[in-house]
């Protein structure tokens, strides 16, 4: 080990994810590769397998991890989450390594136009002129106002705002 | 009362002690305390000369209390209490301190504060034993009898000692035969031995040959002198005491009579009834009157009560040669007096039913070990072949899943320890017997920890058993083809597999018995979180239990291989023909006395005490009082110090005797560090103090220890009574929270300092000058640390202002 | 007659007008009042969780704010708002640290998450407010010959925890009501294994890939159609359709149809009202077996 090189297999990786909001439960796992065989995307794809990205996460491989492609394979199915024996909450984990790879300026481009979506008109698909006319020739009412004002201003509580910019900045 | 006449003797060790503090001065000191008849010097009293003079100081009555000052205190105290007691004196009315480890070796460099101590210590010795009282031996009865509950491998082993040795057993099985789970087991890993064989006790009793391994049928095990048993029949009531229990028996009637039944069969050939054998899981059905295999022990038919039809049918009594059937037979209830019970109740397959994406009795080809060993086992449902249940087709592709339920958060957080064993005996039972059979097992780790087994899974290996690394996330039919589905990741290959099988073999969770919840409920005795019943102590007293009469072995405490069960069978066998043999139980009085004109029948004591040892009896109408078994009570006082009017005490640790000490041993203080009491558990406490001096760790001499049975004693007024005793500061000295030996006193002592500390800061007095500790015993360092930090601690804080002065000056 | 905040999301009213009619006109016809509240947003489903969960939280709460300030419980349509909406509602009332900082946030637009109301998805609305029963007698048309592949997605039963909305394992709520209105549900291999929906716009060629095993195997099964409950998952399986032509030149002509829709056409609804241009896969077979 060098001096002044941060040990790369510590266990300050997994604490830090574990201090995130959807990972406390990660230091459960026991790499019994429950989560893998009910995954969706591992069964189509070499690209992504849960319990890789886990195994890697607890033996502190933060960089492989954060900066890497898997994280973004998930589809949030819950399938893993439900089977898992030691009820970690494998789903929430990947929200959580998310959430950690945006603040760090990794942002994939279709989080970003969801984002902006989402700032510019308090929903995350916008709505055309052409939907709108369509909705009254088919009898619907017409569409109630969203609330992009509460949504600007919870986004910059949150400092989501400044997640998005970030992206902006880098492009 | 007479006054009494303290006789004080100081053990010097030699040069050990004697060279680190003043003999002399502490001999004139005592000397002047009022009450002291007589002060000897000696290198040691607890053995050889010393003992004898002291012996015959209590001969010649010069003294009746005895005051010693000896090194490795808890072994003179056991020696000294049976001299003086064989010398006419009251054994507990013996006090024994440690100037040694808890003075002269942890004070070295301070000799002058050391000195000090040692008298405050002697001087709180001698008031406490001043108002010592004398304490009886109790004698109870010890009925030499003990009610076996379970006639499984453990409860027949654990009997079969008993009877042996001469105690009358009685063995209860609540069903209709013998053998328990073993006997449906097949084989016995690591050895393969027939289970059967092997599971019949070995007997003293020379029956066939000397090594009697033969199957309980023909093992002479039922006739056994002193040994009865009891099937079909469970236990639905206990009373009494350890040493004198009551216990109901309720036996089911069998509606055959085991005189007259001859096992011929023709009874099996009329009855109408055909339902599904839930003995051999259901692979095939029995009729209502069967036996479960052909060895059996009752050697008897029995009437499954809910499927026959009794009188509307009788085809059976019709039939039968001797006229063995009485479908008139009642349930029976009998009454035992016995002195001890044994729960030798066992454990049980998980349903795994419930863990859905398995699908365990939806798809008939997904089975658990269990049920694979009914196949396995010859005298099994299919005749020893291994087919698949849904077409009775031989099973050619077999794939075992471990941690069924087990190690799963979701359903049993445990490792059920034997299922690897388990399934790889049953693997390798199926490859001996067929090689060409393609059989994996898919796991999370291969646990083979005991001994023999890591060849075990050499062997599998060698024989061509497959090993996946990974836990299925479910079972799958193909209805084309009829073939199931395993989706599993290979980990260590990250490879996704669809194992493809005819058969799968479910290694499910182990569990307690069932009726276990009940039969806990009936004896008194606990749970663990996990269902099991509960030991008293892992380690030390793995078969024993809280309550003393009543033990525990085989796997009613937790799963457990058959070697271990036997060991557990022989360790509760022993640990009863101790309790019971001599006939009686002899027990020192040194239990809680309610003060019956005080007792409020609040009924806190009899719900905290931590051995059921409290009840509440009628006085007068409407008015209860608590009462102590004085067999069962531990003298913890742990009672004490939750009654909130006072009524309850210790006779050996009376508060009168707690203020004396604390009184005494805030007395002197000549040194400018300001005084500090603490109060320490005998158990984990105390030894901490112990083994601090007894590595010679330093701390100031201004700390003063005081010793309680365990600090649940505590009351909160008496932390208060301690800083007007003189003290600046108190430190509580406990177990730790999850290790407390009287379970609940620890914990039960952090709240009474976290409310302390705000009645103190209401008193004006800084709440950090309270403070709890737990340790165990080898933290002696952290304790002399413990000790340094409350020292400085008050010295920044400086002297308490109190309206009342205290006895002792301090600065 | 019960009344319920109708939360309709994003991807329903920019592109699924048609579940939006079907829905607005079956509930309706049902006696079930849509509600239509004002200045209700996105419910932040996984995508924008991927960005920040606690903010994706707080923005759910916000919608469900709106509807305890209207004293009424949300029924929503898609099986993704209902998963989002839920786990707030759950996990704030469980988690009290949780609730505190959202409540926190919430206040900057004056608002404050109690906890009151309840989520509900449009399936448990049918069969506990209406009633198995009075379904049935409301259907007028005869589906007896249609096949139908339900589809449930993975939202409406995961995580179980927090959503209470069926047996994950072997769910019942949706075949039960297809099968109420006279159509039979059909088994099919991996019926509970999800769409790959969430992939698209990252991955899509992966989420292809998982759709189409989801359209195969209807297919070998013997399907009419398959009925979904949500956006996400019509689309992906619709549209995905077409893709699969384009990309791995296999045309499998399965139609896909949400349960509303579905439920319209039983109760008598005119197609010619319920927008089916929108969809990619033409409605051809599952019209010609209602009768």
Known sequence: MLHGKEDKHSNSFSKEVANQLGGETVNFCYQCGTCASSCPVAKVTERFNPREVLRQLLLGERREVLFGDAIWLCCSCYNCQERCPQKVEIADVFYALRNLAIKEGKMPNIYFEFSAGLTNEGRIVPISKFLEKKRTEIGLPPLKPAGVEAVRKILSATGFDKLSRKKEESS | ?811 | MTSYALFLGCTIPARQPHYEISARKSLTKLGIELVDLENMTCCAPPPLQSVDLETSLSIAAYNICLAEEADLNIITLCTGCFESLSIANALLKEKKELRKRVNETLSVVGKEFRGSKEVKHYLQVLRDDLGLGRLKDSITKDLSDLKAATFYGCHSLRPSSLLRFDDPEAPRIFDDLVETIGAKSIAYRHKLRCCGGLLRGYADDVALAIARDKIVNTTKAGADCIVTLCPFCFLTLDLGQVLMKSTFHEEYKMPVLHYSELLSLGLGIDPKELALEFHKISLEKVLTKIK
């Open chain 2, 1 to 811: 009362m007479e006054k009494a006449k303290v006789g004080v003797f100081l053990a010097d060790g030699g040069k050990g002690i004697a060279e680190f503090l003043d003999f002399k001065g502490l001999t004139a000191y005592c000397k002047q305390v009022s009450g002291v008849t007589q002060v000897s010097q000696a290198t040691e009293f607890w053995r050889g000369e010393g003992l004898k003079k002291l012996v015959d100081a209590v001969k010649q009555k010069k003294i009746d209390r005895v005051v010693v000052a000896e090194n490795l205190p808890k072994l003179a105290e056991v020696n000294i209490a049976k001299a003086v007691e064989q010398a006419g004196l009251n054994p507990y009315l013996v006090e024994v301190i440690d100037l040694r480890d808890h003075c002269a070796m942890p004070h070295r460099d301070v000799p002058k504060e050391a000195a000090e101590k040692a008298k405050v210590m002697l001087l709180a010795a001698i008031e406490r034993a001043k108002l010592l009282e004398p304490i009886d031996k109790l004698e109870f009865p010890a009925i030499k009898s003990v009610l076996v509950i379970g006639g499984g491998i453990a409860g027949m082993q654990t009997a079969e000692d008993l009877a042996d040795l001469g105690f009358k057993v009685q063995l209860v099985e609540k069903t209709p035969f013998l053998g328990g789970l073993a006997a449906r087991a097949g084989r016995f890993f690591p050895t393969n031995d027939c289970a059967i064989c092997i599971e019949s006790p070995a007997s003293d009793i020379k029956t066939i040959t000397h090594t009697s391994r033969k199957c309980v049928y023909r093992s002479g095990f039922s006739e056994i002198p002193n040994l009865g048993i009891l099937t079909n029949s469970r236990v639905v009531k206990v009373e009494g005491v350890p040493g004198n229990y009551k216990a109901t028996i309720e036996k089911k009637p069998r509606y055959v009579d085991e005189l007259k039944c001859t096992r011929c069969g023709l009874c099996t050939t009329v009855c109408p009834v055909e339902i599904p054998d839930e003995y051999n899981a259901r692979l095939k059905t029995r009729k209502a009157i069967y036996m479960n295999i052909p060895d059996v022990y009752p050697p008897t038919y029995v009437i499954d009560e809910t499927s026959c039809k009794f009188h509307k049918c009788e085809k059976c009594v019709e039939v039968c040669p001797t006229g063995a059937i009485e479908l008139d037979q009642k349930t029976q209830h009998t009454t035992l007096n016995v002195g001890s019970i044994i729960a030798a109740t066992g454990f049980q397959e998980y349903d795994p039913r419930v863990i859905k994406e398995y699908h365990y009795g939806e798809y008939p080809d997904v089975i658990t070990n269990l049920e694979l060993a009914r196949m396995i086992d010859g005298f099994g449902p299919t005749n020893g072949t291994v087919s698949r249940p849904s077409n009775h087709e031989p099973a050619k592709r077999i794939v075992f899943i471990q941690c069924v339920g087990s190690r799963d958060r979701r359903w049993n957080p445990w490792c059920s320890s034997i299922c690897c064993m388990i399934s790889l005996k049953n693997a390798m039972l199926i490859k001996e017997a067929d090689p060409s059979a393609d059989v994996t097992i898919c796991y999370i780790d291969i646990r083979t920890t005991g001994r023999e087994h890591e060849y075990y899974y050499e062997k599998a290996r060698e024989m061509g058993i497959k090993f996946v690394k990974g836990r299925p996330t479910e079972i799958a039919h193909d209805p084309d083809g009829n073939v199931l589905v395993v989706d599993v990741e290979d980990a260590i290959l990250r490879k996704l597999l669809e194992l493809e099988a005819d058969l799968v073999v479910l290694a499910t969770a182990m569990v307690p018995a069932e009726g276990t919840q009940e039969l806990a409920k009936t004896l008194g005795v606990e749970l663990g979180e996990d269902g099991f019943f509960k030991e008293y102590n892992a380690k030390l007293r793995p078969t024993e239990t809280k309550l003393r009469g009543i033990f525990l072995c085989g796997g009613a405490t937790f799963p457990k291989d058959a070697p271990t069960t036997s060991l557990q069978a022989h360790s509760a066998a022993m640990k009863a023909a101790k309790f019971l043999n001599t006939g009686k139980i002899v027990k020192d009085q040194r239990t809680a006395i309610v003060n019956e004109e005080y007792c409020g029948d609040c009924e806190f004591c009899p719900v905290t005490c931590p051995f059921n040892a409290i009840s509440l009896v009628s006085k007068e109408k409407d008015h209860f009082v608590a009462q102590v078994s004085d067999l069962q009570c531990e003298g913890c006082g742990i009672c004490v110090g939750t009654c909130p009017v006072n009524a309850i005490e210790l006779r050996h640790m009376r508060p009168n005797q707690m203020a004396a000490q604390m009184k005494a041993l805030m007395s002197i203080n000549g040194t400018s560090k300001p005084l500090v009491l603490a109060i320490c558990c005998s158990e984990c406490g105390h030894t901490a103090v112990d083994s601090s001096g007894m590595a010679m760790m330093q701390y100031p001499a201004n700390v003063r220890i005081m010793k309680v049975p365990c600090t649940g004693i505590l009351r909160v007024q008496q932390f208060l009574e301690a800083f007007k005793a003189g003290a600046q500061a108190v430190m509580v000295v406990g177990c730790k929270s999850d290790g407390c030996h009287y379970e609940v006193g620890s914990p039960k002592t952090q709240k009474k300092v976290a409310l302390a500390k705000i009645l103190l800061k209401e008193f004006g007095i800084e709440p950090e000058r309270l403070e709890m500790f737990n340790f165990v015993y080898i933290e002696g360092d952290k304790f002399a640390e413990a000790a340094r930090t409350m020292t400085e601690r008050v010295e920044r804080l400086g002297s308490i202002q109190l309206a009342t002065t205290s006895q002792g000056e301090t600065n």
